[in-house]
Every structure is written in C-alpha cells, then in structure tokens.
C-alpha cells in the first residue's frame, strides 16, 4: 500500500534497506516557540535566555564565596615561624598570635566584599531570566492583589498578545496530533457502521475539527471579552436614549460565549431547551396574571355599573 509519507529501515554498513513501509499522516509533531527565518528548528525561551541563565549560576557561586569569605575571612600571619596555624574556634587561645611589644601577628584579611551590590545584580539578572521565561506575566495578580476585574482583563490580554504567537503554534502541532490520532482510530473501525461512536446523521459529511478550551485558549480570547464589556459600556447610554439598539445583540449568545471565554464549566449552564421551557413557563404565568387582572378590573366596572344604577333607582330618575 502506497501511503503519503515513507519509512525505511536501514542496516548502516551494508547500506541495505531491511524494511519499507510508510506513514498515512506525518508521525512526527513538533512544537516550535520561536521559528526564526534561515533556521529549520525552532527556539524555546530557555534556548534564548540559556546564557543568561548560565551567567547567573556562576554570579550566585561567586556570592556564596565572597560570603563564606565575610563570615569566615582568610587571616594573615606574621612570617616569623613563632605559631602553627590559628585555632579559629570560640574561645580558644592562640600562643604565640602577639609580639612582645603588643602588635597583632593575625589578622583577618578583608578584600571588600560587596554583598549588597551582588544581591542587586544577581536580582536584575532573575528578572531578566523570569521576563525571558514570561514569569512575570502570571505574578501580577500577586504583585498587585487589589487589581480591579476591569484591570485583570486588560492585564489578561497583553499576556494574550504576548503568547498568542508562540500558542498558536503549539495549537497547530496538538492540532496536527488529534488529526493523525482520530485518522488511525478511522482506520481500525472506530466510525464503521454499528460502531458506538458513529457520527450522527447531521454530522456525517462534515469536516470536524479540534476545539481547544485550556487556558492558553481562553488567555488568547480575553481580548474578545475585554472588547464585548465595553461595546456594553459604550452602547448603555444610547439604549437609554433608543432602546430598540439593543435588538443588535444576540443576549443569550453573548452570556454564553463570555461564559466560556472566561473558563466558567458547561455544566454550570442550563441546556437551551430547558432555557426555552422556563421562558414559556414565565410567560405562561405573566398572560395568566395579566388575564386575572382584566378580569379584575371589568368585574370591578360591573359592580360600580350595577350600584350606580341602584341609586338611580332610589332617586327617582
């Protein structure tokens, strides 16, 4: 059988082709970040920070030496042969570690160790590794608790906008992966008639495709969110001037898409038919109510009607 893509087994040495077969969908699936033109693999954000990242690991060795050396310091001893190496632990007592005259023979040796200035650095070089990494994109709700929703969804959409490229890459491979996984389960029977999973009559003919819902999905559609609240924002004051503007929007549709936009669970949503049983319901009730009180009110008519002409009648006329 003749498939679109090859497959061929080869012994080294001999240069003999042991075995021939094929792929009906390409077998591999990569995830590239960042394509760059000229290239032909792809660079993650590790790749692009990796000397940063090598940097700082040698930095932080340093500080750790510089700050072994301002707890525990190199010492310097006179070279005059009068004592062996100094005992350094507390309270013990060095002979021979002063001259007759009162001069110190040890001394600690100080080579002006900055500990502060090297935290500073080493914290610069961590934001650089963490904006590399896009960290700093999911601390924000952190570094500002007191974010308004307004601002989180404004925040929601640069991350949108910043990942967008690099998700919609890794959407297209995930993508590429379903296609070859429902293809191979197509040819082993899964949609044969008489399978459980075949596809109902309205969707037979169809092209179907993969939907993505994590996320990096939703992150993608804040901005439709951010754009739908103030379309709703700007439009207020005019559907209270023409309240027939709002007949532009579809309500039922909108509540839903920002429901799912916003990650809320399907389950938490009514099926539409049941939506459309409780409306009827509802109006059932309101042309009941409004009937009762018709009625009401003629009845109300009648009675005034039948005492005005009573007392018509009482008074002669």
């Given at each position: 059988m003749r498939t679109p893509w090859a497959s061929l087994h080869v012994e080294v040495e001999s240069r003999r082709v042991v075995r021939e077969?094929?792929?009906?969908?390409?077998?591999?699936?990569?995830?590239?970040?960042?394509?760059?033109?000229?290239?032909?693999?792809?660079?993650?954000?590790?790749?692009?920070?990796?000397?940063?990242?090598?940097?700082?690991?040698?930095?932080?060795?340093?500080?750790?030496?510089?700050?072994?050396?301002?707890?525990?310091?190199?010492?310097?001893?006179?070279?005059?042969?009068?004592?062996?190496?100094?005992?350094?632990?507390?309270?013990?007592?060095?002979?021979?570690?002063?001259?007759?005259?009162?001069?110190?023979?040890?001394?600690?040796?100080?080579?002006?160790?900055?500990?502060?200035?090297?935290?500073?650095?080493?914290?610069?070089?961590?934001?650089?590794?963490?904006?590399?990494?896009?960290?700093?994109?999911?601390?924000?709700?952190?570094?500002?608790?007191?974010?308004?929703?307004?601002?989180?969804?404004?925040?929601?959409?640069?991350?949108?906008e910043l990942l967008g490229p690099a998700g919609s890459r890794i959407q297209q491979g995930l993508s590429h992966l379903v296609d070859r996984e429902l293809d191979i389960l197509a040819r082993r029977g899964l949609y044969a008639p008489g399978s459980a999973f075949v596809p109902p009559t309205r969707l037979q003919g169809l092209e179907i495709g993969p939907q993505f819902t994590g996320p990096l999905s939703r992150l993608r559609q804040t901005k439709e969110v951010e754009g739908t609240i103030r379309t709703l924002q700007v439009m207020a004051p005019l559907a209270q001037i023409k309240p027939e503007v709002v007949d532009n929007f579809d309500e039922d549709r909108m509540a839903r898409g920002l429901g799912e936009r916003l990650g809320m669970p399907i389950d938490f949503l009514r099926p539409f038919e049941a939506v459309q049983q409780i409306r009827q319901v509802r109006s059932n009730q309101q042309a009941f109510a409004q009937a009762a009180a018709i009625a009401k009110d003629a009845s109300s008519a009648g009675k005034q009607s039948s005492e005005a002409l009573v007392n018509i009648q009482q008074m002669g006329l």
């Amino acid at each position: 059988m003749r498939t679109p893509w090859a497959s061929l087994h080869v012994e080294v040495e001999s240069r003999r082709v042991v075995r021939e077969s094929g792929f009906f969908e390409f077998p591999v699936v990569d995830f590239r970040w960042l394509p760059e033109p000229g290239r032909i693999y792809g660079e993650g954000p590790v790749m692009k920070c990796l000397a940063d990242i090598q940097s700082l690991n040698l930095m932080a060795k340093n500080e750790l030496t510089a700050s072994q050396q301002a707890i525990d310091p190199p010492l310097l001893v006179a070279n005059a042969g009068v004592m062996n190496r100094p005992n350094s632990n507390p309270g013990a007592i060095n002979y021979g570690g002063m001259s007759p005259t009162g001069q110190e023979l040890v001394k600690p040796m100080f080579t002006g160790q900055r500990l502060d200035f090297a935290t500073l650095v080493l914290e610069a070089k961590r934001n650089q590794v963490k904006e590399s990494m896009y960290i700093n994109l999911f601390a924000l709700l952190v570094q500002n608790p007191q974010m308004t929703a307004t601002e989180a969804l404004i925040r929601a959409n640069e991350k949108g906008e910043l990942l967008g490229p690099a998700g919609s890459r890794i959407q297209q491979g995930l993508s590429h992966l379903v296609d070859r996984e429902l293809d191979i389960l197509a040819r082993r029977g899964l949609y044969a008639p008489g399978s459980a999973f075949v596809p109902p009559t309205r969707l037979q003919g169809l092209e179907i495709g993969p939907q993505f819902t994590g996320p990096l999905s939703r992150l993608r559609q804040t901005k439709e969110v951010e754009g739908t609240i103030r379309t709703l924002q700007v439009m207020a004051p005019l559907a209270q001037i023409k309240p027939e503007v709002v007949d532009n929007f579809d309500e039922d549709r909108m509540a839903r898409g920002l429901g799912e936009r916003l990650g809320m669970p399907i389950d938490f949503l009514r099926p539409f038919e049941a939506v459309q049983q409780i409306r009827q319901v509802r109006s059932n009730q309101q042309a009941f109510a409004q009937a009762a009180a018709i009625a009401k009110d003629a009845s109300s008519a009648g009675k005034q009607s039948s005492e005005a002409l009573v007392n018509i009648q009482q008074m002669g006329l």
